[in-house]
């Protein structure tokens, strides 16, 4: 069982990293294209702050519903087939993680850029501080909302046991 925790704690600081990587460069990427950023742009790296913490808060919320997969798969003998399985567990719960940040997060930008009357892009590369500061922390905001429901949603896919329910 101690070989197991290890395994999921490599797992998940790998795992969390390259999510994090992922979704800094696929955002960074993007956001390059909309605007014409100088790299000393203090806003956009303000910006990018709030949505690597959004990132983050978002993916630790599967991290307790592959610890429970994991546990409950693991109950018995160690072999390989199980930490195969486990793998797969926590990798599918790090995929829904990740496409629901890229959710979440898009579509956050896109209606806080949509319902003020600020170019928010045109502030960024002016370096507005104030609307980088308040983007983030919505974003942030946006994240801590939502990031117990895509716990939630993985957690339905844990295969529990049945258990006998008294109707």
């Known amino acids: 069982m101690k070989s197991i925790i290890i395994i999921q704690t ?3 600081f790998l795992l969390g ?4 990587i992922l979704v800094y460069n696929l955002t960074n990427r993007y956001i390059s294209s909309r605007v014409k950023l100088d790299s000393k742009n203090q806003s956009f790296g303000i910006f990018q ?7 983050a808060l978002i993916l630790s919320s599967v991290i307790n519903p592959a610890i429970n997969a994991i546990r409950i ?4 003998n160690f072999d390989l087939m199980l930490a195969f399985k486990s793998m797969a567990y926590v990798l599918i719960f790090f995929a ?8 979440i997060v898009g579509s956050g930008v896109f209606a806080l850029f949509r319902m003020t009357s600020v170019d928010e892009w045109v502030e960024l590369s002016n370096d507005n501080k104030a609307i980088a500061y308040i983007s983030a922390a919505i974003l942030i905001g946006l994240a801590l909302i939502m990031d117990q429901y895509i716990g ?3 957690e339905i896919i844990v295969p529990y046991p049945e258990v006998f329910q008294i109707n």
């Open 10 to 12: 490599i797992l998940a």
């Open 17 to 20: 990293i390259s999510s994090l």
């Open 49 to 55: 702050s709030g949505l690597v913490i959004s990132t």
């Open 73 to 76: 798969i693991s109950i018995g």
């Open 96 to 103: 829904i993680g990740v496409l629901f940040t890229l959710i």
């Open 152 to 154: 939630h949603l993985c």
